[in-house]
């Protein structure tokens, strides 16, 4: 049944209080009316009109029913035009999301770059993980996303893979920060202050091989992402973390930044938005994080020697 097209009738003979009035209002014939409001009646199991050879009286229940007919029609004319105007990028609501490990300088850039390029579509701006992102996605309830890879991209459009490397955090005073650059093999003993398998699985695999390939296991993994709370970890304990150059707790003064010899380690991602469904703001929220990554986070594109893998390649085993 259609539904909205039998609300419509619904209502137009409830205002009319005549069939006849109401199909010429609606250009129907009368007996498809008819028929139409009485397999809403049935659908509904609420009888909505009385019917006489005079006249035609609204039932209490339809009564009851006829307000939230109403706004039921008036949501469902408010999607259409929200949907064509986002389709056309003219104006809207962009549903889009970033991970939470996304400096602020990189979410400032983001917001400003977009709203110069469209100005008539309201960014509703979510912080979720890749994993959080990768369902969203596929149940439609997000527009676009910045997704970290390796990842499974099937369904996926992708705008252009960014790169940049990481380096290791470490307290001041560690052996390790004497160094200009760290080999992963100088790291053998610390913990590994890392993000939640859950949010990135592929990610998180992927990282620690990459570790045990270059002569690097944790002792112990500990999962942390605020600034604060990995600060702590990384005082506290023996333990590092991996971070891009130019994080803002790479500024710490009781923390030092060095980049890892050889560069063994990346964070690669990209705008990722469901196919078939790339819209004008869509598109130029993909270019907009392309370029404030490239300004606020040194990202550029990922050029490999060999080929690129976005979907997972290889699981951690421990």
């Given at each position: 049944?259609?539904?909205?097209?039998?609300?419509?009738?619904?209502?137009?003979?409830?205002?009319?209080?005549?069939?006849?009035?109401?199909?010429?209002?609606?250009?129907?014939?009368?007996?498809?009316?008819?028929?139409?409001?009485?397999?809403?009646?049935?659908?509904?199991?609420?009888?909505?009109?009385?019917?006489?050879?005079?006249?035609?009286?609204?039932?209490?229940?339809?009564?009851?029913?006829?307000?939230?007919?109403?706004?039921?029609?008036?949501?469902?004319?408010?999607?259409?035009?929200?949907?064509?105007?986002?389709?056309?990028?003219?104006?809207?609501?962009?549903?889009?999301?970033?991970?939470?490990?996304?400096?602020?300088?990189?979410?400032?850039?983001?917001?400003?770059?977009?709203?110069?390029?469209?100005?008539?579509?309201?960014?509703?701006?979510?912080?979720?993980?890749?994993?959080?992102?990768?369902?969203?996605?596929?149940?439609?309830?997000?527009?676009?996303?910045?997704?970290?890879?390796?990842?499974?991209?099937?369904?996926?459009?992708?705008?252009?893979?960014?790169?940049?490397?990481?380096?290791?955090?470490?307290?001041?005073?560690?052996?390790?920060?004497?160094?200009?650059?760290?080999?992963?093999?100088?790291?053998?003993?610390?913990?590994?202050?890392?993000?939640?398998?859950?949010?990135?699985?592929?990610?998180?695999?992927?990282?620690?091989?990459?570790?045990?390939?270059?002569?690097?296991?944790?002792?112990?993994?500990?999962?942390?992402?605020?600034?604060?709370?990995?600060?702590?970890?990384?005082?506290?304990?023996?333990a590092v973390a991996f971070s891009p150059r130019g994080a803002h707790h790479a500024r710490d003064p009781?923390?030092?930044?060095?980049?890892?010899?050889?560069?063994?380690?990346?964070?690669?991602?990209?705008?990722?938005?469901?196919?078939?469904?790339?819209?004008?703001?869509?598109?130029?929220?993909?270019?907009?994080?392309?370029?404030?990554?490239?300004?606020?986070?040194?990202?550029?594109?990922?050029?490999?020697?060999?080929?690129?893998?976005?979907?997972?390649?290889?699981?951690?085993?421990?």
């Amino acid at each position: 049944m259609d539904l909205i097209r039998h609300l419509q009738c619904f209502v137009a003979v409830a205002e009319e209080s005549h069939f006849g009035r109401a199909a010429h209002r609606l250009g129907m014939a009368q007996p498809p009316l008819s028929q139409r409001i009485q397999r809403l009646e049935r659908e509904l199991g609420v009888r909505l009109f009385e019917r006489s050879s005079r006249r035609v009286t609204i039932t209490k229940g339809g009564t009851l029913l006829l307000d939230e007919a109403r706004r039921l029609l008036a949501d469902a004319e408010a999607l259409t035009a929200t949907a064509r105007r986002i389709q056309e990028g003219h104006s809207g609501l962009l549903r889009a999301a970033l991970p939470p490990d996304i400096s602020g300088e990189s979410v400032a850039a983001i917001l400003d770059g977009f709203h110069t390029r469209s100005s008539g579509v309201e960014l509703e701006l979510h912080e979720l993980s890749t994993a959080e992102q990768l369902s969203r996605l596929a149940s439609h309830a997000l527009d676009v996303g910045l997704i970290h890879h390796p990842c499974d991209v099937s369904g996926l459009e992708l705008g252009p893979v960014l790169r940049h490397e990481l380096g290791v955090l470490l307290p001041h005073d560690a052996p390790a920060a004497r160094l200009d650059s760290v080999p992963l093999t100088a790291l053998s003993g610390y913990d590994l202050i890392l993000f939640p398998r859950a949010d990135a699985p592929a990610v998180h695999d992927d990282l620690l091989t990459t570790c045990a390939r270059h002569g690097y296991t944790p002792a112990a993994v500990r999962h942390g992402q605020g600034a604060s709370f990995t600060r702590g970890l990384l005082l506290s304990s023996r333990a590092v973390a991996f971070s891009p150059r130019g994080a803002h707790h790479a500024r710490d003064p009781d923390l030092i930044w060095r980049p890892l010899s050889g560069a063994p380690l990346a964070r690669r991602h990209s705008a990722a938005w469901p196919k078939g469904r790339g819209d004008a703001a869509v598109r130029a929220f993909a270019d907009t994080v392309t370029d404030a990554l490239g300004r606020t986070a040194a990202a550029g594109p990922d050029l490999p020697t060999g080929p690129l893998h976005l979907r997972p390649a290889a699981e951690y085993w421990i």
